[in-house]
């Protein structure tokens, strides 16, 4: 069974288009996170989730936005979409507690190669 | 600016030898460091992590130590296996206001050569 799933696993389109991408995780684990592998490899996180409630965000534009319907889904909507976007987008997931101290390792799913032309 | 940096982008090593891979930091108020190996066409799994309060952590075959002094870790691998061909990302994690981030450096791909 699949602990982080993304969906899809490709994405090619067009310019100004506006596309998603679905995570799920099936950790029990309650906090997510959106990362951004860029051209120079590094990981950016974008998004994180806890308990439904945005609690990073970092500075992405305004044209991405997360939704979370449960803890167990983040999913990612960009909105026209430019050249710069594209890149390799990676779902993660822990078991954080903010306020407890120890930090705990993120599970990360297989990623979307999101290619805009 | 980077916090977290693997200035190798990468390394040959022969099967049967020692890998040792390197990461910098900046920030002295990381409290986590970790490191995450990746195969192409999948995401980052984790692989091992020290406490800022400790200099050395050990699992089997891989052992990461930390130098706080020259804010420098390293992940040390050995023997060397040819499933150990992978990119390793060093991450260090921060505790900003009430939330824990995770910075990542850019990666070192290690190729294990037969």
């Known amino acids: 069974d699949t602990a982080v799933s993304q969906t899809p696993k490709y994405l090619v389109t067009q310019m100004g288009n506006d596309k998603s991408i679905k995570c799920e995780q099936n950790l029990g684990h309650d906090t997510m996170y959106w990362y951004k592998q860029d051209s120079k490899k590094f990981l950016k996180i974008m998004f994180s989730y806890n308990n439904k409630e945005l609690i990073i965000n970092e500075t992405v534009p305004n044209r991405f936005s997360p939704k979370s319907p449960d803890k167990a889904h983040l999913n990612l909507h960009i909105n026209s979409l430019e050249l710069g976007d594209s890149a390799v987008y990676f779902c993660a997931s822990s078991q954080d507690d903010p306020g407890k101290g120890d930090y705990n390792e993120q599970f990360f799913g297989p990623g979307t190669r999101l290619t805009v032309l | 600016d980077q916090q977290v940096k693997q200035n190798s982008p990468s390394l040959s090593v022969q099967e049967g030898r020692i890998s040792i891979l390197n990461c910098d930091y900046t920030n002295s108020m990381f409290d986590y460091f970790l490191w995450y190996k990746k195969y192409p066409a999948e995401g980052p799994t984790f692989l091992i992590s020290?406490?800022?309060i400790k200099d050395k952590n050990e699992d089997g075959r891989f052992t990461v130590f930390l130098n706080k002094s020259a804010k420098h870790l390293s992940l040390h691998i050995v023997p060397s296996q040819p499933g150990d061909s992978a990119v390793y990302f060093c991450a260090a994690s921060a505790r900003m206001d009430s939330n824990y981030q995770l910075i990542w450096g850019a990666g070192t791909k290690l190729i294990i050569k037969p």
């Open positions: 020290i406490s800022s």
